[in-house]
Nanobody, 126 residues
Framework: VQLQACGGGLVQAGGSLRLSCAAS????????MGWFRQAPGKEREFVAA????????FYSDSVKGRFTTSRDNAKNTVYLQMNSLKPEDTAVYSC????????????????????WGEGTQVTVSS
């Protein structure tokens, strides 16, 4: 299984970025997909998740209203649209897969994740 995130970069505060995560080696529609981030010196934290069919989503309080996650099961890809970026959003962002066709209703713990992807760096300058 491979989860490859891309789309990170350097952006000014208030700007936008769109991350993508392409999955291979798994039946994508059997998995809910999530996003985590890890800032320097901090623990990895949950950002957002989307259910297997895209019908349910959940966001951390720190990104709610600014970030939107979506997925295209035909392309085995999940997206994270990040708007109104703040310097505190600076982190390495990783996608994650959680097996199951159940609704996404809350924060994910690390132990909920079956597969992790490699991260992509997002840097927001003030």
């Amino acid at each position: 299984v491979q989860l490859q995130a891309c789309g990170g970069g350097l952006v000014q505060a208030g700007g936008s970025l769109r991350l993508s995560c392409a999955a291979s080696g798994l039946t994508f529609s059997n998995y809910a997909m999530g996003w985590f981030r890890q800032a320097p010196g901090k623990e990895r934290e949950f950002v957002a998740a989307i259910g297997w069919g895209g019908g349910t989503r959940f966001y951390s309080d720190s990104v709610k209203g600014r970030f939107t996650t979506s997925r295209d099961n035909a392309k085995n890809t999940v997206y994270l649209q990040m708007n109104s970026l703040k310097p505190e959003d600076t982190a390495v962002y990783s996608c994650a897969a959680r097996f199951g066709r159940t609704a996404v209703t809350g924060t994910w713990d690390h132990s909920d994740v079956n597969y992790w992807g490699e991260g992509t760096q997002v840097t927001v300058s003030s």
